[in-house]
């Protein structure tokens, strides 16, 4: 009988689990938490811990702060999944607010 292994990543990234990849920042092996349901490695972690991101409740204030200060909003759009992205809530947003939004999509070379 043979066995499959399967075998386990990250789910935030590409580091493998269990195979004892070094963590670049400190030389050790990567450790692996389970959080949310998710399994990451301490690098990813440590990024998404809430102590480095403010609550998205911050950014929406922000957001809203900006736009109710500017009339005029000028996005660059690269065409890309998070300019795209952008693009719909700044257009969403701006028709609430009466802003202009202006955008020119960026040509690749
Ligand atoms: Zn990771």
Same mark, same amino acid.
């Given at each position: 009988?043979?066995?499959?292994?399967?075998k386990k990543?990250?789910?935030?990234?590409?580091?493998?689990?269990?195979?004892?990849?070094?963590?670049?920042?400190?030389?050790?092996?990567?450790?692996?938490?389970?959080?949310?349901?998710? /399994? $990451?490695?301490?690098?990813?972690?440590?990024?998404? &811990?809430? =102590?480095?991101?403010?609550?998205? *409740?911050y950014f929406?204030?922000?957001?809203?702060?900006?736009?109710?200060?500017?009339?005029?909003?000028?996005?660059?759009?690269?065409?890309?999944?998070?300019?795209?992205?952008?693009?719909? /809530? $700044?257009?969403?947003?701006c028709k609430?607010?009466? &802003?202009? =939004?202006?955008?020119?999509?960026? *040509?690749?070379?």
């Amino acid at each position: 009988m043979t066995t499959s292994k399967i075998k386990k990543f990250c789910d935030h990234c590409v580091n493998p689990f269990g195979l004892g990849a070094i963590n670049p920042s400190n030389g050790k092996t990567l450790q692996f938490v389970e959080r949310g349901g998710r /399994l $990451l490695c301490e690098i990813c972690a440590d990024f998404l &811990s809430p =102590l480095r991101f403010p609550d998205r *409740k911050y950014f929406d204030r922000e957001f809203d702060e900006y736009l109710k200060g500017h009339n005029k909003v000028i996005f660059a759009y690269s065409g890309g999944l998070d300019s795209t992205v952008v693009l719909a /809530l $700044l257009s969403k947003e701006c028709k609430k607010e009466g &802003s202009s =939004l202006n955008h020119s999509q960026l *040509k690749q070379a």
